[in-house]
């Protein structure tokens, strides 16, 4: 399965050469770059070849470019290696092959390889855990922008999976995230102002939190602003307000939600 991290790696590269495929000259023109020792060309030539679904060929100019030090090319050539795609000189799946990979990507200051490779250590799958790496990892994929990396270490230092629990720090984390537009990171961190956890009490900028969230198509974020406006907690009480909110929540998708309108005098809301 392709996570969000990986995800964002070939989305890096379609968003650079146009999200499709090029014309078969254009493609050739960077197979000659290449050749020529442009590992960039390396790279795009690969994310195209992905593109067409030729995934050894697009593994071959992935490893060129990620020993161009193309951090990019190196978390995709990963990617495929996990799957078992077989670019000389690799052989079957390789987890182990895959997570070296990821390494160099994160080396070359790719933040998404940092991220994935902390989150397989995390997890212990497909590779064998190791919390203290996994750690270190996600701190270098928040430093490099990742703001996914970031949310990790909000889960980590709530939780206290190897280091100290630390609300005060996890909230950081989670900010640091929800300032990358991590909408998990900034649910976390409204429900914390909310509830006045690792941060001072503050309904109100759980609710401007919550609407963001609610704005972005996040169901559980319409209905926690919904209720603040049902109780008048950090907005004004406004029960149509809320019923507004809960009507969205159950139009992109919380079904609990088709129901709640019930509580403020509403109609139910049946979902067709």
Known sequence: MMTRANRAVLLVLLLAIGGRPLHAQIL??????????????????GAQYELRADFERAAGYYLI???????????????LVARGVRPPPFGNADPSRAAALYQASCDYEYAPGCTTLGTWLERGFPIGIDITRSLGL??????LGDPEACRRLGIVYEAGTGVVPNTGTAA????????????????????MYEQGQGVTS??????????????????????????????????PRDADRAKQLY??????????????PLIVGGDVIVRP
């Open 172 to 191: 950081q984390y989670y900010s640091r995230g929800c300032d990358g537009v991590d909408q998990p990171s900034c649910f976390r961190l409204a429900e």
């Open 247 to 260: 009507r969205r929540a159950c139009d992109i998708g919380n079904s609990a939600a088709c129901r709640l």
């Open 202 to 235: 503050n309904p109100a900028r759980a609710a401007i939190l919550y609407l963001r969230g609610c704005e972005a198509n996040d169901p559980n974020a319409c209905v926690r602003l919904g209720s603040m406006y049902e109780e008048g907690r950090g907005v």
């Open 28 to 45: 050739e023109e960077r197979v000659t770059a290449c050749d020529k020792g442009d590992v960039a060309a390396c790279r795009d030539a």
């Open 65 to 79: 470019a990620c020993d161009g030090r193309q951090g990019v090319a190196c978390a995709n050539l990963a990617r």
């Open 138 to 143: 996600f701190r270098r994929g928040c430093d």
